[in-house]
């Protein structure tokens, strides 16, 4: 059992003629794919945190988010992972265990 917690952010650099900075557009493709591909995830203002079962599976999870905004000229990502044997669930635990010792629920 393996626990891959990665979390990152990928949005396209190039403005290809837009008055508006948001990249909202984009990024919601990125998070329905990765909604549709079934791996746990959690969305937050800065970025992304999936947990996957393998690092193949998280590798697999940045190619297809890339490919929702491969059509952009420059894209820029950031990507953190935090691996774990003989674990799972940590996108709920990890923030339980925090949650414990505060002795109260962690504000979302």
């Not at 945190?49 to 905004?69: C, F, G, P, W």
Request: net charge neutral; glycine share 2%.
């Amino acid at each position: 059992m393996l626990s891959v917690l990665l979390e990152f952010s990928m949005f396209p650099t190039s403005s290809d003629g837009r008055e508006d900075s948001s990249v909202s557009k984009q990024v919601s493709k990125i998070i329905d794919a990765i909604d549709k591909s079934g791996v746990p995830y959690q969305l937050t203002p800065m970025g992304t945190v999936i947990e996957a079962t393998s690092m193949k599976e998280a590798l697999s999870i940045i190619e297809l988010a890339y490919e929702q905004v491969s059509d952009c000229d420059r894209v820029y990502s950031s990507l953190k992972f935090d691996i774990r044997k003989n674990t799972e669930n940590r996108l709920q635990t990890k923030i339980k265990s925090v949650e414990k010792v505060l002795n109260r629920k962690v504000k979302h």
